[in-house]
């Protein structure tokens, strides 16, 4: 499984921004999809997932301004974010489980005060 994100860049802080992670296999074979951030010089965290039910899960502090959906008929899981901050500059991995785990490349988010 290949997994492709876009959508990252430079925003000021209470902007929005929407990422993107495409994936090479038809997402209703995946068991969860999600999202995962690193901020430098921290662990890699979860930002949000879903499961091939269509059930999400989010990391406490991002409930109410992240939301994850996605596009079966386009193999595509996204990330709405609103109201950015500063602490949510990082880079966003997009990340797929079914037997094996599998991780895109990661696109950078950099939010400005």
């Known amino acids: 499984v290949q997994l492709v994100e876009s959508g990252g860049g430079l925003v000021q802080a209470g902007d929005s921004l929407t990422l993107s992670c495409a994936a090479s296999?038809?997402?209703?074979?995946?068991?969860?999809m999600g999202w995962y951030r690193q901020a430098p010089g921290s662990q890699r965290e979860l930002v949000a997932v879903?499961?091939?039910?269509?059930?999400?899960n989010y990391a406490d502090s991002l409930k109410g301004r992240f939301t994850i959906s996605r596009d079966i008929a386009k193999n595509t899981v996204y990330l709405q974010m609103s109201s950015l901050k500063p602490e949510d500059t990082g880079v966003y991995y997009c990340?797929?489980?079914?037997?094996?785990?599998?991780w895109g490349q990661g696109t950078q988010v950099t939010v400005s005060s």
């Open positions: 990340y797929a489980k079914g037997i094996y785990a599998y």
């Open positions: 296999v038809s997402i209703f074979r995946i068991n969860t």
């Open positions: 879903i499961s091939t039910g269509g059930s999400t």
